[in-house]
């Protein structure tokens, strides 16, 4: 089993940045591809990044060139810096543990409770 906590949250004005960290505890991190997810209002649950235990990343099109993903695997923790942050990335952020990267829910095995970032106008 993998527990997954996020934090880092919070409310930002458009422009302006936020780093997500998500805590994992419990078996073999360093084995796993870390994601992360978002979820808007009223819409799917949607991929925007992921980091496999090899270094290998991967972007939605959306954060490509404003989010970087990283993961320090001595602390079992993994980041999301989230810069030039735009309204329409208001959602609830989750990170995820996979076996490898995957933009597909459906392949998750872990998922964490979400931390809601909200970009005003």
């Known amino acids: 089993q993998v527990q997954l906590v996020e934090s880092g949250g919070g409310l930002v004005q458009a422009g302006g940045s936020l780093r997500l960290s998500c805590a994992a505890s419990?078996?073999?991190?360093?084995?796993?591809?870390m994601h992360w997810f978002r979820q808007a209002p009223g819409k799917e649950r949607e991929f925007v990044a992921a980091?496999?235990?090899?270094?290998?990343?991967a972007y939605a099109d959306s954060v490509k060139g404003r989010f970087t993903i990283s993961r320090a695997n001595d602390k079992n923790t993994v980041y999301l810096q989230m810069n030039s942050l735009k309204p329409e990335d208001t959602a609830v952020y989750y990170c995820?543990?996979?076996?490898?990267?995957?933009?597909?829910?459906?392949?998750?095995?872990?998922w964490g409770q979400g931390t809601q970032v909200t970009v005003s106008s």
């Open positions: 419990g078996r073999a991190f360093r084995n796993y591809a």
């Open positions: 995820a543990a996979g076996a490898i990267i995957t933009r597909i829910r459906r392949n998750i095995d872990y």
């Open positions: 980091k496999s235990s090899g270094g290998s990343t």
